[in-house]
């Protein structure tokens, strides 16, 4: 009898941390998107216009493509310096 | 021993303080919304202020009023496209 409340209270509790895990993975993504746009819509939008043209668009997508080459870039010369720096 | 599997006798909640539950929720949600809705537009004044004000002079000009609608929805494309864009990454670089 008691096992099987045990069992029941446990099921949940890990369905309960699965459902906050897949919450705040949608948020992180969300919040990712939110700094991108925030970004290349700097970069790329002159004057918006009635439309998004292909030009602005591939701007877009570039943009979005190279700030993550660059975040990369500097992650890793950022390590090496913090390596080299503590010997 | 005493069989703790039957449920135990809960005081259940009447049906007008269920009710009354219920209705706070909805008030909640309606609140919520609006505050949601409150921020997106502080978000859109922030983004296309800068992209179509100069400087500002002592009327709304059309040209103005045309960028600022444009801009907001360019701004909703924009952040489609990125979403779609970045959606696709996560997928390819899960595999």
Do not use: Y
């Given at each position: 009898?008691?096992?099987?409340?045990?069992?029941?209270?446990?099921?949940?509790?890990?369905?309960?941390?699965?459902?906050?895990?897949?919450?705040?993975?949608?948020?992180?993504?969300?919040?990712?998107?939110?700094?991108?746009?925030?970004?290349?819509?700097?970069?790329?939008m002159d004057k918006p216009?009635?439309?998004?043209?292909?030009?602005?668009?591939?701007?877009?997508?570039?943009?979005?493509?190279?700030?993550?080459?660059?975040?990369?870039?500097?992650?890793?010369?950022?390590?090496?310096?913090?390596?080299?720096?503590?010997?």
């Amino acid at each position: 009898a008691c096992l099987k409340e045990n069992w029941n209270a446990n099921a949940e509790a890990a369905e309960l941390q699965r459902l906050i895990a897949v919450e705040q993975q949608k948020a992180q993504f969300q919040a990712q998107v939110h700094n991108f746009t925030d970004v290349c819509w700097d970069k790329c939008m002159d004057k918006p216009s009635s439309k998004l043209d292909s030009r602005t668009e591939t701007c877009l997508v570039s943009c979005l493509e190279r700030f993550i080459d660059t975040t990369l870039t500097i992650t890793n010369r950022f390590t090496q310096m913090v390596q080299k720096g503590a010997h």
